[in-house]
């Protein structure tokens, strides 16, 4: 079992960055893939990124692609998701995940969230 806790969100003006963190403790957290949903006031929750148990391969979700890099240290148990020009519709609770499937983009098949951190991007 891996237990989740994210950091980093916040207030942020359109255009603007944040990075997001997640710490994992537990079992060892290069046992996972490692990902990231949001979700927004009255919507289903998304898929935005995952990353292999290595950090070798990466995947987003098509309205992050060029803005958003997931990436991960083992050694020190975290992983990140870096967010540039954000828009007001990344405007969400981010939620740091892990799971032991590659390439999938349901919450179902991931079995371990974090608490969600809140990210606000103003216009």
């Known amino acids: 079992q891996v237990q989740l806790v994210e950091s980093g969100g916040g207030l942020v003006q359109a255009g603007g960055s944040l990075r997001l963190s997640c710490a994992a403790s537990?079992?060892?957290?290069?046992?996972?893939?490692m990902g990231w949903f949001r979700q927004a006031p009255g919507k289903e929750r998304e898929f935005v990124a995952a990353i292999s148990w290595r950090g070798g391969s990466t995947y987003y979700t098509d309205s992050v692609k060029g803005r958003f890099t997931i990436s991960r240290d083992n050694d020190k148990n975290t992983g990140y998701l870096q967010m540039n020009s954000l828009k007001p519709e990344d405007t969400a609770v981010y939620y740091c995940v892990a799971g032991t499937v590659w390439l999938v983009t349901t919450s179902l098949e991931y079995d371990y969230w974090g608490q969600g951190t809140q990210v606000t991007v103003s216009s």
């Open positions: 537990g079992r060892t957290f290069s046992s996972y893939v």
